[in-house]
């Protein structure tokens, strides 16, 4: 079982940016992409930026690509998300999650979840 801890969630003024950190207890075959994904409330779950451990491909949805940007340093087993430019509908609860591949991860059907941080963005 591979655990994840997210990190960096926090309030932030509208235009600014902030970082998250997702740190992964392994790195598996079985979990070999990451992704970020968010909730605000009363809105269905969106897969927000995925990436693998190894090679140099991103995704990223229409909806945030520009201005969310995903890392890994896989030295720490960690996963970053950068997001510019917030806006207060960015407010949200992020999770990251794992999975065998970066479609399920934009199918959302990760094999493994952490708890979320919240970012709220005030106007």
């Known amino acids: 079982q591979v655990n994840l801890v997210e990190s960096g969630g926090r309030v932030v003024r509208a235009g600014e940016s902030l970082t998250l950190s997702c740190e992964a207890s392994a790195v598996t075959f079985e979990i070999n992409s990451m992704g970020w994904f968010r909730q605000a409330p009363g809105k269905e779950r969106e897969w927000v930026a995925a990436?693998?451990?190894?090679?140099?491909?991103?995704y990223y949805p229409d909806s945030v690509k520009g201005r969310f940007t995903i890392s890994r340093d896989n030295a720490k087993n960690t996963v970053y998300l950068r997001m510019d430019a917030l806006q207060p509908e960015d407010t949200a609860l992020y999770y990251c999650?794992?999975?065998?591949?970066?479609?399920?991860?934009?199918?959302?059907?990760?094999?493994?979840w952490g708890q979320g941080t919240q970012v709220t963005v005030s106007s």
């Open positions: 999650a794992g999975a065998d591949a970066v479609m399920r991860l934009q199918q959302q059907t990760p094999s493994t």
């Open positions: 990436i693998r451990w190894a090679g140099v491909s991103t």
